[in-house]
């Protein structure tokens, strides 16, 4: 079967498209330029998948009708693309308004022009869960960010850059509830949505240089191979989740053929972190395997209290992604191993 694959030359969506192919399935990717789509088709032809990796162009996916071409024959979608920046010159709107109106404009074409639609799974993320406290908490699938809406509603483009991108994945996941709701009765496919916190782990999408990086492996380039001066606390609280990228990718197939995900709304997350974790198993195993990173940041490790408090604020319960999906997350460990080798294999 046919799966089409939004924002396809991006970060995870490229896993995503990886991991189908090899599970058999036949994909259609949309990407924005001619350009994007050649340089995709290589890199899976590489992977020895090109002929059945096929790509089209919606070049503005908030006109109306945008994806009617692109949703005919495919008998699912995995809807990613969307606005990933912690800019702070941009109003919340112009991260919100592509991130809402894509979504309802796929789903409408999904409607009216995707016939052999059965199932759409929508990436939304971890940020459109938690809100910030000065306490740590656990968060589940009922919890909802509006906190992050909120803020951005009353301190426009001032707002944290976090929280305006925060905003528009709460906006963009609610649009998609909201036209499922509206749409049951003249609706032949059900709604995944995956919500994951951080995403880690090697690249495969087109990246020549460090500063191509998308956001969340930029991040890490910047805090755990060259984080500067930053200071002791910040590496040791703060504390998120994470997940690395190819689970992520498994839980949006898994999402496809697991009866029990219809209509849900899936937290996947590995477990909670902080910088100074990273930076810790780091400095355990470059010596062994990564002769070019021994001169790594080493901070004030976790195991030396003169470095203050240590802070995993941000934690989730995954139970019900446990029982649906049933993924195996990669450790820690694995993770940094692999994120490495890449950095590695790049020159960098
Ligand atoms: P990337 O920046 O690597 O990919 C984003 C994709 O969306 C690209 O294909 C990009 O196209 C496309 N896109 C962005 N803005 C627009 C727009 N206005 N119109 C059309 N296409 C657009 O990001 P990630 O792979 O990290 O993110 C993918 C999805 O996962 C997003 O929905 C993100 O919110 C979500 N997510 C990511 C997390 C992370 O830590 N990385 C965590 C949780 C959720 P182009 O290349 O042409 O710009």
């Excluded at 910030?132 to 656990?138: D, S, T």
């Excluded at 049951?184 to 995403?199: E, Q, T």
């Excluded at 001066?229 to 997940?243: D, H």
Aim: with cysteine.
């Amino acid at each position: 079967s046919k799966v089409l694959v939004t924002g396809a030359n991006g970060y995870i969506a490229a896993w995503i498209v990886r991991n189908l192919l090899e599970k058999g399935y036949d994909v259609r990717g949309t990407v924005r330029t001619q350009e994007k789509g050649n340089r995709l088709k290589e890199i899976y032809e590489k992977f020895g998948y090109g002929d059945r990796f096929e790509f089209c162009i919606v070049s503005d996916i908030v006109k109306d009708g945008a994806f009617d071409e692109a949703v005919k024959g495919v008998d699912a979608i995995e809807h990613t693309a969307s606005p990933v920046t912690f800019s702070t010159e941009l109003e919340p709107q112009e991260l919100i308004r592509p991130a809402v109106l894509g979504t309802v404009s796929i789903l409408k074409s999904a409607l009216y022009h995707g016939r052999d639609v059965q199932r759409i799974v929508f990436t939304s993320s971890c940020g459109a869960v938690l809100s910030v406290h000065p306490e740590p908490r656990i968060f589940n699938e009922s919890n909802w960010n509006d906190q992050a809406v909120e803020m951005s509603e009353r301190d426009g483009k001032n707002a944290a850059p976090i929280t305006k991108y925060r905003a528009s994945k709460v906006l963009a996941e609610r649009a998609a509830w909201k036209f499922l709701e509206e749409n049951k009765a003249s609706i032949n496919w059900d709604l995944v949505v995956i919500n994951p916190p951080f995403v880690f782990g090697p690249v495969i999408h087109d990246v020549s240089t460090v500063s191509a990086l998308n956001l969340s492996t930029g991040q890490f380039y910047s805090f755990v191979v060259a984080p500067g001066e930053k200071a002791p606390q910040v590496l040791r609280t703060n504390g998120n989740s994470w997940v690395d990228v190819r689970d992520v990718a498994e839980a949006h197939v898994a999402a496809l053929q697991k009866e029990e995900a219809a209509n849900e709304r899936l937290i996947v997350s590995a477990g909670s972190v902080v910088w100074q974790d990273w930076l810790d198993i780091a400095y355990s195993i470059a010596p062994t395997h990564l002769p070019s990173h021994t001169n790594l940041p080493r901070g004030v490790p976790l195991s030396d209290s003169t470095g203050g408090d240590v802070m995993y604020q941000i934690n989730y319960d995954t139970s019900k992604a446990d029982r649906i999906l049933g993924i195996k997350y990669r450790t820690k460990e694995e993770t940094l191993k692999d994120t490495f080798a890449d950095y590695e294999a790049r020159g960098w």
